[in-house]
């Protein structure tokens, strides 16, 4: 299985600040990775796909890089609706795995 | 607009078979793969299993020996069966459509609402 490394496991921030976060896949994945972002309860939601396209709806202040085995989720100015766990996610391979999860709390 | 609604029992004893289904409302059905995945309480994401509208599969080899996912297409459904539960799998189960982008490229592009299981005696 291919292992999906998030860091950090969580981080606070202020409403407007730019944020990263980081997935590490454990093999070369190209650039087949996701990134979802979940609310407590609730069903997670497509931000990025294939590293850096947006899904329908996603604003501009989030955005995806990377290739091989690092990406980035980057979120430009963190609004108040940002503020939840992210998850990457490989679809390289099945199974398709996920990172741990990244919580954003607000400082 | 897609919409996925699922239902199923919510509360298990150990070894008894989880059961859960999925309507999708709009959009076509069988242009597409069909997946669970389930979160642990305070957990990540686990991918479960995957069917298309004529029935091809693809598991998790983790769960392989206990999972069945099916189809009925007439009524654009599908259905996860997991036998002999344990507490391990008391878990909140989604649904969602797989969308392929391309080669390698898919994502879980809509979900539905969770349905929480719980597995106790």
């Known amino acids: 299985d291919i292992q999906m490394t998030q860091s950090p496991s969580s981080l606070s921030a202020f409403v407007g600040d730019r944020i990263t976060i980081t997935c590490r896949a454990s093999?070369?994945?190209?650039?087949?990775l996701n990134w979802y972002q979940q609310k407590p309860g609730k069903a997670p939601k497509l931000l990025i796909f294939?590293?850096?396209k947006f899904h329908i709806g996603v604003p501009s202040s989030f955005s995806g890089s990377g290739s091989g085995t690092d990406f980035t989720l980057t979120i430009t100015s963190l609004q108040p609706e940002d503020f939840a766990t992210y998850y990457c996610?490989?679809?390289?391979?099945?199974?398709?795995?996920f990172g741990q999860g990244t919580r954003v709390e607000v400082k | 607009q897609v919409q996925l609604q699922q239902w199923g029992a919510g509360l298990l004893k150990p070894s008894e078979t989880l059961s859960l289904t999925c309507a999708v409302y709009?959009?076509?059905?069988?242009?597409?793969?069909w997946s669970w995945v389930r979160q642990p309480p305070g957990k990540g994401l686990e991918w479960i299993g995957e069917?298309?509208?004529?029935?091809?599969?693809s598991y998790n080899p983790a769960l392989k020996r206990r999972v069945t996912i099916s189809v009925d297409a007439s009524k654009n459904q599908f259905s996860l069966r997991l036998s002999s539960v344990t507490a391990a799998d008391t878990a909140l189960y989604f649904c969602?459509?797989?969308?392929?982008?391309?080669?390698?490229?898919?994502?879980?592009?809509?979900w539905g609402q969770g349905t929480p299981v719980t597995v106790s005696s």
């Open positions: 969602a459509r797989v969308s392929y982008c391309g080669g390698h490229c898919s994502a879980f592009d809509y």
């Open positions: 709009g959009g076509s059905f069988s242009g597409y793969y």
């Open positions: 069917i298309n509208h004529s029935g091809s599969t």
């Open positions: 093999q070369n994945i190209g650039r087949y």
């Open positions: 294939d590293a850096s």
């Open positions: 996610q490989q679809s390289y391979s099945t199974p398709r795995t």
